[in-house]
């Protein structure tokens, strides 16, 4: 399985992104997939996942009520929905499928105040 992240670019605080998270081959033997970020200077962080079977989601308190994290089973595809983006959102994106080293490539992110 390989995993392709897009959809980052440059908005402005308070603006909204959609990030996609596309899934090349079966994920039916995985349990997850996470959103990941990494601002210059700073350790890479997990914001947010969504179990593949059923409902479960988690999202860090850093992003809480402004990100919203869903799944199209269809498309192999999980999203990250961003809102009210501040700069310190800035940052390289990542999704991973848990528990295994698969990463997306990463998508940047810049929220300018």
């Known amino acids: 399985v390989q995993l392709q992240a897009s959809g980052g670019g440059s908005v402005q605080a308070g603006g909204s992104l959609r990030l996609s998270c596309v899934a090349s081959?079966?994920?039916?033997?995985?349990?997850?997939i996470g959103w990941f970020r990494q601002a210059p200077g700073k350790e890479r962080e997990g914001i947010s996942s969504?179990?593949?079977?059923?409902?479960?989601?988690y999202y860090a308190d850093s992003v809480k009520g402004r990100f919203t994290i869903s799944r199209d089973n269809a498309k192999n595809t999980v999203y990250l929905q961003m809102s009210s983006l501040k700069p310190e959102d800035t940052a390289v994106y990542y999704c991973r499928l848990r528990d295994t080293n698969v990463w997306g490539q990463g998508t940047q992110v810049t929220v300018s105040s």
């Open positions: 969504i179990s593949l079977s059923d409902d479960d989601t």
């Open positions: 081959g079966s994920t039916l033997d995985y349990d997850a």
